[in-house]
């Protein structure tokens, strides 16, 4: 009888404490579903005014690889958010940066259309040009 109940305590705390990481992973899940993932391998996508889109990549400053992305029409797809999250922290004094993602945001403001244009550079060189057709409706 013993183990049976210290069994169902058990079980009864893993629940709550699974219920209460799980507020925490949902809330992300949510905010990640919001937004339409663009990749370089995407060609067209359509969204509604209000929805967003998001592009990331990897950069690595050190090395020279970065990424440009903008909307040709910030009129109706605005870039309304960009960031750069650093896999390791930078030390002090770093000249260089170290490998990270870039994350582009954009939200669709009106109807039209609009491209995406993420470019890759090398070392100062353009080595690939991407262009995704976003089409907004109501």
């Given amino acids: 009888m013993k183990s049976y109940s210290q069994s169902i305590g058990i079980i009864v705390l893993l629940a709550l404490l699974s219920s ?3 507020v925490k992973h949902t809330s992300e899940i949510k905010t990640k579903r919001a ?3 663009l990749t370089t391998l995407t060609q067209s996508v359509e969204l509604k005014i ?3 889109a998001v592009y990331a990549g990897s950069v690595h400053g ?3 690889t970065q990424k440009k992305c903008w909307s ?3 009129d109706v797809l605005k870039l309304i958010n960009k960031d750069i999250e650093y896999h390791n922290k930078p030390k002090p004094g770093e000249t260089g940066g170290d490998r990270a993602t870039k994350t582009y945001i954009f939200e669709a403001l ?3 259309e609009a491209t995406v244009i993420i ?3 090398f070392r100062g060189d353009l080595e690939e040009e991407s262009k995704i057709k976003v089409i907004i409706t109501k």
Wanted: net charge negative.
């Fill in 119 to 121: 470019q890759n550079w």
């Fill in 62 to 64: 050190s090395v020279g």
């Fill in 110 to 112: 009106a109807e039209g």
């Fill in 72 to 74: 040709s029409d910030d």
């Fill in 35 to 37: 937004m339409v993932k």
């Fill in 20 to 22: 209460c990481l799980g």
């Fill in 50 to 52: 209000g929805e967003k």
